[in-house]
C-alpha cells in the first residue's frame, strides 16, 4: 500500500466505528424489505415510476443478486487476500430462481444477509485496510468496499421507496410541488 493510499484512510477512531456502523445499517435493510413485501400490493410492487426505471420488486431482486453474487464474495475475497472478480448484474448464472412472490424474494434476502453479517462479524478493524485488485476499479481496500456495500444497500432502498410513492406523489393534487425532488413524472 502507498503512502498516499494510507494516508487517504480514515483515523483509526473513526475505522473503529464503522464495522459497527455497517453492521447496524445492513442489519435493517431485511427487516424493512421483509415489511414491504409483505405488506404492499404485488401491483404497486411491480410499478416502475417511468419505463427506464426500476420498480421495487427490481430492486428488490438485485440487491438479492448482489447479496449473493457480489458482497458476500468480495468480503470473502478480502479475507482470502485473494483478488476481487467483476460483477455483472445481468449475468444468469448466479441469479437465484425467480418468483413474483415478493415476500419470497425478501425472505431469500434476509437469509443471505444473516450469512454474510456473519462473516462481517469475524472482520476487526485492522482487517479494514486490507486490499485487493478490482477488474474496474484496480486495487481497494475492504474499508471502501463495506462503505460501498451500506451506500449500495441505502441506494436500491430509497429506489424502491421512491418507486412506490409514484402513485401517491400523482394523486397528492396541490401538496405535489412539495415531492418536487421526488416526483418521477415531473423530472422527466
Known amino acids: ?19 459497527p ?3 447496524e445499517v445492513l442489519s435493517t435493510t431485511p427487516v424493512r424489505w421483509e415489511a414491504l413485501a409483505g405488506s404492499i400490493q404485488l401491483e404497486l410492487l411491480r410499478r416502475r415510476p417511468t419505463p427506464d426505471d426500476w420498480s421495487a420488486l427490481e430492486c428488490l431482486q438485485h440487491i438479492l443478486d448482489t447479496e ?18 467483476a460483477f455483472d448484474p445481468d449475468a444468469a448464472d448466479f441469479r437465484p430462481e425467480l418468483t413474483s412472490d415478493p415476500s419470497t424474494l425478501a425472505a431469500r434476502f434476509a437469509e443471505a ?5 456473519a462473516a462481517l462479524a469475524a472482520v476487526v478493524s485492522s482487517d479494514l485496510a486490507r486490499t485487493a485488485n478490482h477488474p474496474e476499479y484496480g486495487r481497494v481496500t475492504l474499508h471502501e468496499m463495506l462503505n460501498e456495500w451500506v451506500g449500495h444497500d ?17 394523486g397528492s393534487g396541490k401538496w405535489r410541488g412539495t415531492f418536487a425532488d421526488h416526483d418521477a413524472e415531473a423530472l422527466g
Open 21 to 23: 456502523r455497517v453492521r
Open 154 to 170: 441505502l441506494m436500491h432502498t430509497v429506489q424502491a421507496e421512491r418507486a412506490l410513492m409514484q402513485p401517491f406523489v400523482v
Open 113 to 117: 444477509r444473516a450469512r454474510n453479517l
Open 68 to 85: 449473493i453474487a457480489a458482497f458476500g464474495v468480495r468480503l470473502a475475497a478480502f479475507m482470502d487476500g485473494r483478488d476481487l472478480t
Open 1 to 19: 500500500m502507498s503512502l498516499a493510499h494510507l494516508a487517504a484512510l480514515p483515523q483509526n477512531r473513526d475505522m473503529d466505528k464503522l464495522i
